[in-house]
Structures are given as C-alpha cells and as structure tokens.
C-alpha cells in the first residue's frame, strides 16, 4: 500500500521549482526574518536533494520555531511531501489534512487535498477518498492534477460499486489530453464492458483508438471493442474491426482476431471470406477447435455435409479432459443434423439423443426436436411421441413448442391411438401449429389439396393421418394410395414402397391397386435396384387386371422390365421384352423407343451386324422419329469401332445431313471427321471439321471438333494454322461450356509442353468467369498442377481445397483430396499432410488404392514430425490392409528396413 500511495504522488513532487515559491500574502509574521530564510532554504535544499527524512525534520524544525513566517504554510506541506517520499504515510495524511484546516484559501490546498484523495484511495478508504478527492475537483486545478483528480473518482466509484458515477468521472478526466487520460478512457471501457454496456464501450474504446493509438492501453484493449460490437450482433462492425485491429496482433490475440472475423462473416453470409479467416487461425492455437467450427458450419451451410460431419466430430473429440464442454455440445447437435443428411440415421440419432442430454445445453431443446423428427421419420411413432411430449413439458418457452406438440399427435395418429393426437392437436391449436379439423373427409380434402398443389412433403403426414385416424373409412385407402405417391414424387422411393406396399395389402381391389403395384415396382427402378425391379414389374404384369384403360400401365411396365433387364446385362432377356413392348405399344407409340433399345442390346452383346441391321430398320419403319438420327449416329459409331471407317463416315454424313440443324448434326459430323482422320482423309477431316465450327460453334460438340482439327492440320503439317483457329472460335461462340473445354485444353496443351506459368495464366482466366459446373472441377485440378509446377504451393492448396470442398461427390475430388495431402508433405508442412490424409481416409474410406498412398503419406509425416513409432503403425496397417497396392511398394522402397515385406502367395 506504501508504494501505491508513493507512486502516485510521485506526479506531485515533481512539481518542483514551481511549488518552491513563497506564496504572498500567507499567513505568518516577520520573526528573525534573515535566520528564518535561512532555516527555510536550508529544509529546501534538504528536500530538493531527495534527502526527505532530515526534510521533513528539518521543516518540522522550521515550523516549530517559526510558527508565523510567510514560509510557514509552505514549510507544513512540504513536511507532508517529505513524509510521504519518505515511506510515513500515515503521518503525511495527518499532515496534508492539518494543512487543509489551517489554510483553506491557501494555493497550496487544493494539491493537499489532493494528495490525501491519493493517500485514502491507496489505503482502501473509500469514503474520505470521495470526499477529499470531490474537494479537490471543486476547486482550480492544473490539467494534469484535475486528470489525475478525476481518473482517481472513477476508481474509488468502482470499488464502492458505483459504476455510472465512475464512468462519468473517467470521462470526465479524458477530457483533456494529459498522460492520465488515455488510462481514464480504457477504465471508463473496462467498466461499461463490466455492465454489459456494450454502445457506451464502443463508442469509448473508439476514442480511445482515434485519440491515442499508440498508447499502451489502446494495444490492452485489444479485441474488447470487436466484443462488444458482437454483443450489439453488429457483425459488419466486428469483421472490421478485427481486420484492422489484427494488423496490430500477434500470437493468440491474432488468432482470437482471425477468429471473431470468420465468425462475422458467417453471419454476414460471406463464407468465402470467413473460410479464409478461419483457415489463419493456427492449428497450434486455443482457438483452434472454435476455428474448426466454423468451417463446420460453412462446409453445413453448404450442403457438404460429409465434410461438416467430419469437422464437428473433430471439434467434439477435441474438447478439454474429454468433457462436452458448450462448444462440443453444439457441435454434437450439428454433427447429427449432418449425419441424418447423409443417411447415416442411426449415427445421427445418437448424436441427437446425447445432445438433448446436455443439462443446461443451449441446443437440447432443438436436439430433442430433431431427434422427434427423425424416429418420426423412421417409423418409431412411440419414441418420437414420447420425445415431443417430453419437449413440451420441460422447455415450454422455446418458439418451436406448438410444432412439437403438433407432431406429437402426428405420432400419436400414426399409432391409431386417436383420443392422443386428438389432446396433442387441441394443444398445438392454442399454441398456433395445427388446425382443429376432426372429420375425415375434412382432413382428406385438406391433405389431397396439399397434394395437388405439389406440397408433397407437407401432404404425405396429413394423407397418412387420415388413413390411421379412421382405418376403416372411405378415404383410407385413398389417403394411403396418395400418401405413396406423394413419396413417390419426393423421390423417397424407400417410403413410397413402404406405403403403397400397405395400401395393397389392405386395399387388394381398390381401383388404384394396380396403379399402386405398377408405382411399387418403379421405385425400386429409380433406386437403381434393377434385381427387385424386374421381379416387381413381372409380378405386375402377372396381375395386372387393367381397370384404369386411360393410363397404358401394361406397355410401359414392358419397358421398364426391359429396361431393367438391359441394366442388369441380361440382353438377351432385354430383347425379348423390348419385342414384347413393341407389338404392345397402343397405337404404335413407343415403337421407335423399343427398336432402337433391341439395337443397343445387340450391339452392348457384340452382336455389331445385328445392331446395325436393327438400327436401320428403325430409320425404315419410323422415319419421322427422333430417334433417327441417333439410330444413324450409332451404326456410324459402330462402323467406327469395327475399322469400317468410310462406311462409317458416309452413315455420320448422312446423320448429318437429314437433320442440320438438330442437336445431333456436329456430334455427327465431328464422328465424320473422326472417321476420316482414321482413313487418312485428313483433309475431308478438315473439312468435317471446319464445318462444325462454322455451322455449329455454340455446339457441346465444337470444342471436340477444334481439337480434332488440332490433330488434322499437326497430321498435313499446318500445325501453325491451329492458334489462328482457336483464336477465332473464341471469338464467334458463346457457348459457355464449349468455351471452357477451349480453355481447358490449351491449359493442358501448356502444361504437357512444361509451360506452367503460360497453364496458370489460360486457367486464372477460365475461373475468373465462373466456368460451368461441368468443367470447373477439373478447371481446379488443372490450376493446382499449374501452381505445383510454378512452386506456388499455397496457391495449389487453395485451388485443391475449393475442389474438394465445393465438388465433393465429383470424381476428381478423391484424386485432389490425395494430392492436397501430398503437397503439403512435399511443401515441407508435415503438419498439414497429416491432417489432410486423415481428412481423406475419413471423407474417401472405400477409395482402396487412394486410402493405401494417404497411408503412406501419413507415416512420411510422422517420420518428419519425428514421431517414429507413429509412423511405423501406419507402415503396419498398409501393409497389412493394402499388400499389393501401389503404395505399398513404394511404402517397401523407402522404408526396406522399416515397412514389411509382401506376403508370399500362401500367405
């Protein structure tokens, strides 16, 4: 407490010389005037020589023997200084406060009281503090003493628990510019923070910041303005504040930085940008896990589900001593909204479940909503129930009460257990989630409805409760058939056979019975399962009474046996059906459809004579279909194949030729030039080419065609001419995709001859137009092995990531999930390799040859990382796993001592 009350004094005896001056007119008299002066001054000297103990005796002295010199008041006060530099603060109080009530006029009294504020601010003296420091505020004072003054209010207003006098007195001591007041301003901050009064904080700490930027406290305020713009959901204001103050940062407050700006940006919906901030963030860093949050929530927002599951998972086994800490316990509720998107429901539904566990989570009642929805959806009419029951009960006052309560009596309807539903609907009704329709017919005309206007999602529950509400009733059956079609419609295939497979069972002679089986059997055809549709659409066919004549179930359930069989690779059997069809088909109708399919079976047999055969008849019975030119393109593509190359050119020409202008025409004329080329009639191949190009430039096909023109004139020696060509295509087509195909091969055309900046460039412009879907995947891949060639790893990386992130179900996002992983390790970023192997083995688990090199690729990181028993493991697991794969024995090349040998073929 000594040093305290001696610091702060300090500002007062530096004064000096200009205390050191008699003051006229004090009170005193003459008494030895000369030997008085001298005694003076001889104190002085003591006490400018920071001799302060023989000072203070030395004024004391004085006073005693002079109790009436002008320099009297002068000599009490600085016996009060004296004391107090010299560690007696209880005698310098003592001091300043008889100065004070000996000379209340004196210039000298303000300081005094003053520095007893001082002296009871130090010793926790609250009470006097105020009052000596509030006297002293009354009066003149200096800027600096009146900061000091003011700055020393606002702390004592603080510890008595007076937050607004004390934020005004801090203000009031920042009025000036004086050392004191940037500490007065951050004070002032720090107490409206304390009060959560987050306007007031940021309007100081911007003072704060405007005023003294360089001051030590505007650096302490760090992110506290970013705070509390947070608090006001002001997120345009924290994105900007934590860019710039991020300049000024380092270490963890960077990463705090990076942080609170990814997550305004979130909610700003810049996701781009908020990815890039949340990928600065350290990995190293305790704002890591939060980091990774965040770009679980984006891969989420995204529809990257696989990705989001991947990243929240990490977020909840990453959380302190295993304990589901808030964050993981968000991340447990999003990392089941994720599963049950992908399917995964079991996974999802345990992950929901734990997360309405959570006592005092924020998320438990939304977890317990979704949980209900998804045993709803899974059939567990029970459960699900019992959960919105239990919602409703325990956390009345979340917003979504009335919809539990209404899928409550959804579960209770599908039970049959009517009186429940009917008590849940009455409840929903009051809280404004249902409607209070009790008569079936009602009900079914509300649902059907629902129906006609395409809101299958919405009808399907409706139509299904009408059916179990009244079992026996003349629209259950009714409900149920359109219930499954409903599903049907969704594409919930699954659902809709589930449904409609008990609409049969219970209504086997409904007039839509047959409808119903015919729709039974096509959604196991949707769902690619062509074993069970075949079998589904023979039993159909075997039962089929044709009691609706308007809709033609019979032929079409011909075509899509037939069809089946073809996906199943039956092609004989495909055939037979596919005649069958032909002669079934009402009024010729789909005829075209089943010769040119009896064609393709023969020619996916081998049959290559009987398929053109076929295909020609088709040309024959049914010119006028469209068909036709794709019968003609397919003899041609066939002739092609067989080395029947001018037969095959004259059949594409003649494709070519009937149409001109169909969307078939430059895919036909472009396998003219083919079969030219093939015939070395380069120069008609030219012209086949040509001919697209000028006729057809918005084609899918014209890109095709430059590129074949590409080989035409290398073969002539005019390979010069091919730039010319390029050029001038781009210039007269607008088609966005045959474009970026253009693009895309000069940029390869750039890398296979080593030109990679020359491949950078082509592909940066391809990009930066937002190419077509279709294209930009593979855009990506390319861009990244431009930068890889050009050492631009970080570039590479970002150009990777975004495939990966953005195309995950794409074909190439394995392959540059893989090659992310192995630029980091040849990046020198072990780190990172390990992370990003670990991330495709979780995103790619069946990829075998692909799962075996991130193996690898793991075990070299940890050999880098120094962790060699790690990397040993991994070594183990790919070669007991992956014995014969690619990496293995690359793995066996450079760990020959390390990595197991083969296993012989006994083993």
């Known amino acids: 407490m000594v040093s305290r009350l001696r610091f702060a004094l300090v500002l007062l005896l530096a004064a000096g010389s200009a205390l050191a001056q008699p003051v006229p007119g004090a009170i005193g008299g003459q008494a030895d005037g000369a030997r008085a002066e001298a005694a003076y001054d001889a104190a002085r000297a003591l006490f400018d020589a920071g001799l302060y103990g023989p000072a203070a005796q030395a004024f004391a002295t004085f006073r005693a023997d002079y109790p009436r010199d002008v320099h009297t008041p002068q000599a009490l006060y600085y016996q009060a200084e004296s004391a107090l530099a010299s560690g007696n603060d209880a005698a310098a109080s003592g001091l300043f406060r008889q100065f004070g009530e000996r000379y209340p006029s004196h210039p000298f009294a303000t300081r005094a009281r003053l520095a007893l504020g001082r002296y009871y601010w130090a010793t926790g003296d609250w009470d006097n503090a105020e009052v000596a420091l509030t006297d002293a505020l009354a009066q003149p004072l200096p800027a600096e003493d009146l900061a000091e003054a003011g700055y020393l209010l606002g702390l004592v207003y603080g510890e008595q628990d007076r937050p607004g006098p004390a934020v005004q007195a801090f203000l009031r001591a920042a009025e000036v510019d004086t050392p004191v007041a940037p500490q007065a301003l951050y004070a002032a901050a720090l107490t409206q923070l304390d009060r ?75 996701l781009d940008e908020a990815q890039t901030a949340f990928e600065r963030v350290p990995d190293s860093s305790r704002y890591d896990r939060r980091a990774t949050f965040g770009r679980a929530r984006i891969s989420y927002d995204r529809g990257n589900y696989e990705l989001a599951a991947s990243l929240f998972d990490a977020v909840m086994t990453g959380a302190p001593g295993g304990v589901l800490d808030p964050l993981a316990h968000e991340a447990t509720y999003y990392t089941g909204l994720s599963l049950k998107r992908l399917g995964q429901l079991g996974e999802a539904e345990r992950l929901l479940q734990e997360a309405s566990l959570q006592e005092g989570g924020a998320y438990v009642g939304e977890a317990m909503l979704e949980l209900g929805l998804l045993l709803y959806e899974r059939r567990r009419y029970e459960e699900a129930a019992s959960v919105f029951a239990t919602l409703a009960r325990d956390h009345p006052d979340e917003p979504f009460v009335g919809e539990a309560a209404r899928m409550e009596g959804e579960s209770y309807a599908a039970l049959g257990r009517v009186s429940d539903a009917r008590d849940a609907y009455e409840r929903a009704e009051r809280l404004g989630a249902a409607t209070a329709e009790t008569r079936s017919e009602i009900a079914f005309q509300d649902a059907y409805g629902r129906f006609r206007a395409g809101n299958y999602a919405a009808a399907i529950p409706a139509l299904l409760t009408v059916a179990e509400t009244n079992p026996g009733g003349p629209r259950s059956g009714e409900a149920l058939f359109w219930a499954g079609e409903a599903a049907f419609q969704l594409e919930q ?229 091919f730039e010319a060509a390029v050029l001038r295509f781009e210039r007269t087509t607008t088609n966005p995709l045959a474009r970026a195909r253009v693009q895309i091969r000069r940029a390869e055309v750039a890398l296979e001859a080593g030109d990679y900046a020359l491949a950078a460039e082509r592909i940066d412009a391809l990009l930066a137009v937002d190419p077509p879907a279709e294209i930009e995947p593979r855009a990506l891949l390319l861009q990244a092995e431009a930068y890889t060639g050009m050492s631009e790893y970080n570039a590479a990386a970002s150009a990777l990531r975004r495939l990966v992130e953005t195309y995950g179900s ?40 692909r799962v075996a090199a991130a193996l690898l690729i793991e075990a070299r990181a940890l050999d880098l990382l120094d962790r060699p028993a790690e990397a040993d493991q991994r070594l183990g697991t790919l070669a007991s796993r992956y014995p014969d794969s690619t990496a293995a024995d690359d793995a066996r090349r450079r760990f020959p001592t390390r990595m197991p040998a083969r296993p012989d073929a006994d083993g």
């Open 196 to 270: 959560q009064d987050w306007r007031g904080a940021v309007e100081v700490l911007g003072t704060l910041d405007r005023r003294y930027p360089d001051a030590p406290e505007n650096t302490d305020a760090g992110l506290a303005r970013a705070e509390a713009y947070a608090r006001l959901n002001d997120w345009q204001a924290v994105a900007d504040e934590a860019g710039t103050r991020r300049r000024r940062l380092s270490g963890s407050d960077l990463a705090r930085a990076d942080l609170l700006q990814g997550e305004a940006l979130v909610r700003l919906g810049q």
């Open 493 to 721: 295939y699954a659902r809709a056979e589930e449904i409609l497979r008990d609409f049969v069972e219970r209504h086997p002679t409904h007039p839509r019975a047959d409808a119903a089986r015919y729709a039974l059997a096509y959604t196991h055809f949707r769902r690619r399962d062509y074993g069970a549709a075949a079998s589904a659409f023979e039993r159909f066919l075997s039962a089929y009474t044709g009691t609706d004549s308007s809709v033609p179930y019979r032929p079409d359930a011909l075509f899509r046996l037939a069809d089946s069989y073809f996906a199943l690779e039956r092609f004989a059997d495909a055939r037979a059906v596919y005649q069958r069809a032909y002669e079934a088909a009402p009024g010729g109708q789909g005829q075209d459809y089943a010769l040119y399919q009896i064609a393709q079976a023969h020619a996916a047999s081998g049959n290559t004579d009987a398929a053109i055969a076929t295909y020609g008849r088709l040309a024959r019975e049914v010119p006028s279909s469209d068909l036709v030119d794709e019968a003609l393109y397919s003899q041609g593509a066939l002739l092609l194949q067989s080395g029947r190359d001018a037969e095959a050119a004259d059949l594409f020409a003649r494709a070519a030729n009937a149409r001109p202008g169909s969307p078939l025409a430059a895919r036909a004329r472009v396998g003219q030039g083919d079969a030219l080329y093939n015939a070395g009639d380069y120069e008609g191949a030219e012209r086949a080419y040509r001919q697209v190009l000028e006729r057809s430039s918005e084609s899918d096909f014209a890109a095709d065609a430059l590129e074949g023109l590409g080989y035409a004139l290398d073969a002539m020696g005019r390979a010069s001419e």
């Open 810 to 849: 794409d074909p190439l996002a394995p392959e540059a999930a893989l090659r992310l992983a192995e630029l980091r390790l040849n990046s020198e970023a072990p780190n990172q390799a390990l992370l990003e192997a670990q991330r495709f083995q979780t995103r790619f688990p069946d990829d075998a040859e």
